[in-house]
């Protein structure tokens, strides 16, 4: 099993930045590509931005592309997001996700493990 939890989320203008952060524990964690998934209101859940067991690979979606940064620390079990120029449309709970495989495009269906997820508010 794997222990997802999330923080970070809250209110910020548009324009503005925030920084998402999950903490992972559980088997292997350091061995799972990592992820970050949103699903607005009434939409279904989307993949945002991804990186690899290694953290040598990242993928992100063309929409967060240049405002987004993911990076993880596998000595603490934690990966970020980094989120500038933030937008209106970016608003949306954020959900962590851990898998085995995490890459543009996968349905959130296929996602093994998620946190509870951070709620990220944009005012335009």
């Known amino acids: 099993q794997v222990q997802l939890v999330e923080s970070g989320g809250g209110l910020v203008q548009a324009g503005g930045s925030l920084r998402l952060s999950c903490a992972a524990s559980?088997?292997?964690?350091?061995?799972?590509?990592m992820g970050w998934f949103r699903q607005a209101p009434g939409k279904e859940r989307e993949f945002v931005v991804a990186?690899?067991?290694?953290?040598?690979?990242?993928y992100y979606s063309d929409s967060v592309k240049g405002r987004f940064t993911i990076s993880r620390d596998n000595f603490k079990n934690t990966v970020y997001l980094q989120m500038n120029s933030l937008k209106s449309e970016d608003t949306a709970v954020y959900y962590c996700?851990?898998?085995?495989?995490?890459?543009?495009?996968?349905?959130?269906?296929?996602?093994?493990?998620w946190g509870k997820g951070t709620l990220v508010t944009v005012s335009s």
């Open positions: 996700a851990a898998d085995p495989r995490i890459r543009h495009g996968t349905s959130w269906l296929s996602v093994d493990y």
């Open positions: 559980g088997r292997t964690v350091s061995s799972y590509d």
């Open positions: 990186i690899s067991w290694s953290g040598t690979n990242t």
